[in-house]
């Protein structure tokens, strides 16, 4: 599964992986939400988060919320 890290513009502390480009399940309330890297099929997340309960978070809800230490880029 290829993965879609996204970076919240009202919330700069909290990103989202999801499993679609444009984010069309991302909760709105806090968007608006832009496109940071794509994660190929296999390869490995930002931040050593662990892939397996990311992709399942993907297939039942759509995307998977994390957040981010303020002194940490985004991606």
Do not use: Y
């Not at 988060?49 to 981010?68: D, S």
């Amino acid at each position: 599964m290829r993965i879609f890290v996204f970076k919240s513009e009202s919330r700069p502390t909290l990103c989202a992986f999801a499993g679609d480009m444009v984010g069309a399940r991302l909760p709105e309330k806090f968007g608006p939400w832009r496109l940071m890297n794509t994660v190929p099929r296999g390869g490995a997340l930002p931040h050593d988060v662990f892939r397996p309960p990311v992709e399942k978070a993907i297939m039942l809800e759509g995307f998977q919320l994390f957040r981010i230490k303020a002194s940490e880029p985004a991606t």
